[in-house]
RNA sequence: UCCCUGGUAGCUCAGCUGGUUAGAGCACCUGACUGUUAAUCAGGGGGUCGUUGGUUCAAGUCCAACCCGGGGAGCCA
């Protein structure tokens, strides 16, 4: 058995006879199967001699079904392809009945693809953006690993809330109609499973920390979930986040580490996906011919790969940003909708000015006002990087890409005890639960970063889809768990 | 959760200011054709107009509530 893929692009293969086994995209004038075997975008088209194969089962080579064919591959004597099977023998493996098949070939709305998740795989675009997804995932072990960094496996289940990134699911064994309670009337989490409250992790990273700080460079990459009523193009219950941590590294690390992670995964799709990129490409410019003119965006799916691949990210601190933001046409013609302030962070439509309008290129905005950002964040102080004279700010990034806004969110971690434990108490950050996470700036403490970045929204950017439902297999988010 | 928008055939959609048997393309079925590229041509079947209630002589069309989809916002990755 040969891959489709295989058969076409290898030409040693020419004029041998070989076997494919894959699904029907189309079945034309009698005669020419369109096989695909998910190996490739592109079908084997397999020729019929029409003498051989009987009435009955010219009638099951419907749209769907599996079939195996044997035969010699050919210079084609079509234009539409290089090689085509000149088929010997074929076997239907598995009927698809054409009147109940939804997949039908023609173009579907995605909307419709969705709700059949289970057979979307079957089409052009999905098994494009799937295929690309595994380039992505493996691109990202491959990067961390020729760089030193161990993968780390944190923990999906905790018992502690304090990781501060959000809304969490609990991981409960309780009667949810009658659990057991206290001596005060609440639910009495310790004879729970866990013997407390617990949950589904919203982030592996201050167990990654623990890690970085004797392993020295650590990813974790899992599933990751917040109970957040979210319901955007850009947000799901269940997603994939990449977690690399670093001892030793700083923020200028971080960045460059960040920066380095993009390029390598687009350099990666653009020499290994290019048969998908061109569909997706190809889609996207279909798509934008619907939209208004000034809404276009000026560059094709692979041009603007290509685009940020070769330029450096922008690198502007938040008070640059702000800055830019007040000068902007937007602000002076009063086109915001919310207020740009020094304390107050940037909404979608001014990182969409910086990014899309002004800079037409990702960004990574740095130093934010330490208010509006986590607890583990490091203080900047005068002459740190980021530093503001408007007030308290911390070592964070934020990595903005066209069309997604935030892709990564990292920071600089404040590895002094004082200065953390301050910062916790200040911010209502539980200290007690997290003694283990604490542990680590007494014994040994070091300057370390790290950043999160969310898989599917850079799957969303190298494929050019528009909604992160559509680069993960069964999305989960608010009211929707099917499949 | 808020704002906008939509729900009519398997799919994509049309259906005007309420008025007789609700339409098209594709898909499907039947036949023809046989080097096609989402093949083509002819014919055919297929609808509780999202749900419930209301207004009216009359509702796909107007009103209300609810359900579901899509887009935007917030939260973030």
């Keep these: 058995m040969h891959s489709i893929q295989f058969a076409l692009d290898d030409e040693s293969l020419t004029n041998t006879t070989i076997t494919v086994a894959g699904w029907v995209r189309t079945f034309r004038n009698d005669r020419f199967i369109a096989l695909n075997d998910g190996s490739t975008i592109r079908n084997l088209q397999c020729v019929i001699d029409q003498k051989e194969v009987d009435a009955a089962t010219l009638a099951r080579f419907t749209t769907g079904a599996a079939v195996q064919c044997?035969?010699?591959?050919?210079?084609?004597?079509?234009?539409g392809q290089r090689v085509e099977m000149k088929v010997t023998a074929v076997e239907v493996i598995g009927d698809c009945p054409a009147e109940k098949y939804p997949i039908q070939p023609k173009k579907h709305s995605l909307e419709f693809l969705r709700e059949n998740a289970h057979l979307r795989f079957r089409t052009n675009t999905y098994s494009a953006v799937f295929r690309m997804r595994h380039q992505v995932s493996f691109g990202i072990h491959e990067y961390f690993d020729t760089h030193g960094y161990n993968y780390f496996h944190a923990p999906i289940i905790t018992a502690s809330d304090a990781e501060g990134a959000g809304e969490m699911f609990r991981v409960s064994t309780l009667d949810a109609k009658q659990p057991p309670l206290n001596e005060s009337g609440e639910v009495d989490f310790e004879e729970d499973f866990f013997g407390a409250e617990s949950h589904l992790t919203v982030s592996g990273q201050l167990q990654a920390e623990t890690a970085a700080l004797a392993l020295g460079k650590v990813y974790t990459f899992g599933p990751t979930f917040r109970a957040e009523n979210s319901n955007t193009t850009r947000h799901l219950a269940e997603f994939w986040m990449v977690e690399p941590e670093a001892a030793f590294m700083d923020l200028k690390g971080d960045m460059d580490l960040a920066e380095g992670l993009c390029k390598h995964l687009i350099s990666r799709v653009l020499r290994n996906s290019m048969d998908d990129l061109q569909f997706l490409d190809a889609r996207?410019?279909?798509?934008?011919?619907?939209?208004?003119?000034?809404?276009?965006?000026?560059?094709?799916?692979?041009?603007?790969?290509?685009?940020?691949?070769?330029?450096?990210?922008?690198?502007?601190?938040?008070?640059?940003?702000?800055?830019?933001?007040?000068?902007?046409?937007?602000?002076?013609?009063?086109?915001?909708?919310?207020?740009?302030?020094?304390?107050?962070?940037?909404?979608?439509?001014?990182?969409?000015?910086?990014?899309?309008?002004?800079?037409k290129k990702p960004v990574i905005v740095t130093g934010y006002p330490a208010k509006i950002k986590a607890f583990y964040m490091r203080t900047n102080a005068p002459g740190d990087f980021g530093y503001s004279e408007k007030g308290k700010t911390v070592a964070a990034m934020d990595v903005l890409f066209p069309g997604i806004g935030e892709i990564i969110g990292g920071s600089q971690r404040e590895e002094r005890l004082d200065v953390l434990e301050a910062r916790m108490d200040e911010m209502g950050v539980p200290k007690g639960e997290l003694w283990w996470y604490l542990d680590t700036r007494r014994f040994g403490t070091v300057p370390h970063a790290g950043f999160g970045l969310g898989l599917e929204r850079f799957v969303l950017f190298v494929t050019g889809m528009g909604n992160i439902r559509d680069v993960i297999p069964y999305p989960r988010a608010p009211k929707s768990a099917e499949f």
Excluded: C
């Excluded at 044997?70 to 234009?79: A, D, F, N």
């Excluded at 450096?312 to 601190?317: H, L, Q, S």
């Design 284 to 359: 996207l410019a279909e798509e934008e011919k619907s939209k208004p003119q000034d809404q276009r965006s000026e560059m094709g799916l692979i041009d603007r790969l290509k685009f940020v691949l070769e330029n450096p990210f922008e690198r502007i601190t938040y008070d640059d940003a702000i800055n830019i933001l007040l000068r902007s046409k937007p602000y002076q013609k009063k086109k915001f909708q919310f207020p740009v302030e020094w304390d107050v962070d940037l909404q979608s439509e001014h990182e969409r000015y910086l990014v899309e309008k002004h800079f």
């Design 70 to 79: 044997t035969g010699e591959l050919v210079p084609s004597q079509g234009s």
